[in-house]
Nanobody, 119 residues
Framework: QVQLVESGGGLVQAGDSLRLSCAAS????????VSWLRQAPGKEREFVAA????????DYADSVKGRFTISRETAKNMVYLQMNSLKPEDTANYYC????????????WGQGTQVIVSS
């Protein structure tokens, strides 16, 4: 099993920056990819960014490219989402999720952290 715990959400103004953290523990050697996904009120959950656990290859949704950066700190088993130039449409609950491969269903989820961007 892998446990994921997110932190770093909050209320910010448009244009501000925020960094989300995801702490992974347990059988982290089984992780293939860690992703950030978000779900806004009344909307479906959507992909935001992903990083492969070993090669650190990254992928981003078009809506966040150039503004968000996903990274991994090896020694601490942490994954970060640096969010710059935040927009009101970035308001959502942000979830950290992990899977054993590079694609397919996510096997592990965090509890989520809320980000609210005011205009």
């Amino acid at each position: 099993q892998v446990q994921l715990v997110e932190s770093g959400g909050g209320l910010v103004q448009a244009g501000d920056s925020l960094r989300l953290s995801c702490a992974a523990s347990g059988r982290t050697f089984s992780i293939g990819t860690v992703s950030w996904l978000r779900q806004a009120p009344g909307k479906e959950r959507e992909f935001v960014a992903a990083i492969t656990w070993t090669s650190r290859r990254t992928d981003y949704a078009d809506s966040v490219k150039g503004r968000f950066t996903i990274s991994r700190e090896t020694a601490k088993n942490m994954v970060y989402l640096q969010m710059n130039s935040l927009k009101p449409e970035d308001t959502a609950n942000y979830y950290c999720a992990a899977r054993t491969g590079s694609s397919g269903s996510y096997h592990y989820w965090g509890q989520g952290t809320q980000v609210i961007v005011s205009s």
